[in-house]
Nanobody, 115 residues
Framework: QVQLVESGGGLVQAGGALRLTCAAS????????MGWYRQAPGKQREVVAT???????YYVGSVKGRFTISRDNAKNTVYLQMNSLKPEDTAVYYC?????????WGQGTQVTVSS
């Protein structure tokens, strides 16, 4: 079992920045993939960015060049640095841990970008 707690969401103007933090309850060194997902009102949850245990990353096209995912295994923490935020980035952001077929989710943190 892995408990995930997100923080760092809030209200920001378009063009601004936020850094989301996901704190895990156990060592994440061996977790296959950590990721950030988001769900806007009336839409399905979508992947935003993922980072593999080996360090490889994936970004959805709409955030490439603006968002950066990173992980600090020593602190059992995953970050999502979000720059140049747009109103369409408004959503609840969820942290995910994919531990060899076992999926764990945090409770989510709201990000609201005003125009």
């Amino acid at each position: 079992q892995v408990q995930l707690v997100e923080s760092g969401g809030g209200l920001v103007q378009a063009g601004g920045a936020l850094r989301l933090t996901c704190a895990a309850s156990k060592n994440i060194f061996s977790i296959y993939r950590m990721g950030w997902y988001r769900q806007a009102p009336g839409k399905q949850r979508e992947v935003v960015a993922t980072i593999f245990s080996g360090g490889g990353t994936y970004y959805v096209g709409s955030v490439k060049g603006r968002f950066t995912i990173s992980r600090d295994n020593a602190k059992n923490t995953v970050y999502l640095q979000m720059n140049s935020l747009k109103p369409e980035d408004t959503a609840v952001y969820y942290c995910n841990a994919d531990d060899v077929g076992n999926n764990y989710w945090g409770q989510g943190t709201q990000v609201t970008v005003s125009s």
